[in-house]
């Protein structure tokens, strides 16, 4: 069975400083990973996937398949980056549902 | 931009009771989840609905819940005689086409309690 494990639960950085957020995970077959986002107040939305390899945010995620990590990185943390992370993984054989970790939330401090 | 909706947004309801919650997906997509997520806990998996029918179910998805695509736009999670233990935040979420490529576009939940 696939497992998510975001290890800090609360995350507080300084404006402008680097945030690392940890993701591991345990799957089988292929992972497909993703963070998802919550803002205050607001609807879980896809923030990246490994598979684009893209930028979002500045935030980036490399799969690192050695370590079974997927570590969410931002080399200077925004206010507007404070919300709560959850990292994902797809299960292609089930109808690509998605396995959540527990979530990490990050303050942004001015 | 097409956005998921749910409604309510908020339900109390009294233990024992049935409730249906309502979700509108995006109108083009073809698969369907329910997600739930009790309070300080993580997101957890129910149910995916493809092509009219249950795809997948988790073992939280037990006989008392069910759903339903009745017109083509709503999608309905029933709890057939709640618990307490059902109180939860449950998300609704959708995607365009069975691929990890695709994005679940989530609804902004409904909060169900149940006293």
């Known amino acids: 069975a696939q497992r998510v494990t975001q290890p800090e639960k609360l995350l507080s950085v300084f404006k402008g400083a680097p945030v690392e957020l940890k993701c591991n995970y345990s799957?089988?077959?292929?992972?497909?990973l993703f963070w998802y986002v919550q803002y205050s107040r607001q609807r879980l939305q896809l923030l990246l996937r490994?598979?684009s390899r893209e930028s979002i945010k500045g935030f980036t995620a490399d799969l690192n398949k050695g370590e079974t990590s997927f570590h969410l990185k931002k080399p200077f943390a925004q206010e507007e980056d404070s919300a709560m992370y959850y990292c994902?993984?797809?299960?292609?054989?089930?109808?690509?549902?998605?396995?959540f970790g527990a979530g990490t939330t990050v303050t942004v401090r001015a | 931009e097409p956005e998921v909706t749910q409604t309510p947004s908020h339900q109390v309801t009294q233990m024992g009771q049935e409730v249906i919650l309502r979700c509108v997906p995006i109108?083009?997509?073809?698969?369907f989840y329910w997600y739930r997520q009790i309070l300080g806990q993580k997101v957890e998996f129910l149910v995916s609905?493809?092509?009219?029918?249950?795809?997948?179910k988790s073992e939280i998805f037990d006989d008392q819940f069910s759903v339903e695509r009745p017109d083509g736009s709503n999608f309905t999670l029933k709890i057939r005689s709640t618990k307490l233990e059902d109180s939860a935040m449950y998300f609704c979420?959708?995607?365009?086409?069975?691929?990890?490529?695709?994005?679940?576009?989530f609804g902004p939940g409904t909060r169900l309690t149940v006293l």
């Open positions: 979420a959708s995607s365009g086409v069975g691929s990890s490529y695709n994005e679940q576009f």
């Open positions: 799957y089988s077959g292929s992972p497909e």
């Open positions: 490994h598979i």
């Open positions: 994902a993984l797809s299960d292609e054989g089930n109808d690509y549902k998605l396995s």
């Open positions: 109108s083009n997509h073809l698969y």
């Open positions: 609905f493809y092509n009219n029918e249950i795809s997948e």
